[in-house]
């Protein structure tokens, strides 16, 4: 797995630590709606990048936070936004999406020349936070 999968696969556990925590007795839903939730977080963390469907249910699962748990949204990490991309990518801001694609740009040209290059300082730089 890459370096940048790595990172990606990370933030997903933490969305689904965050769900485990959270949904059980969310009030706003039923419980069979936050079971739901809390299975497909387990299946797209058991299947990251095995499967060719991780990135649909990402996307699903992203969208169905922001519109039905509002509350949970800014705990979730942006980063998954840009990762999952499609309808997700509608959440992002233009200058989000303009570093984003930095980062990925120069994770891809420097990962070329090293495979230990890590997506997550490339991340930081480009954020501001080295």
Known sequence: MTKRNEYYLQLCSELHALGAK????????????????????????????????????GQDIITHIISHYPDITPHMHRDLLWFFGGDCLHYLGDDELERYQNIEELYYEQ??????????????????MH
């Open 22 to 57: 959270i949904l059980p007795e969310h009030p706003a839903h039923s419980k069979d709606s936050n079971t739901e939730l809390l299975d497909k977080l387990a299946k797209l963390e058991a299947n990251f990048a095995k499967s060719d469907d991780y990135i649909n249910l």
């Open 111 to 128: 990962s070329a020349e090293d495979s230990n290059t890590s997506y997550r300082n490339i991340r930081a730089q480009q954020f501001g």
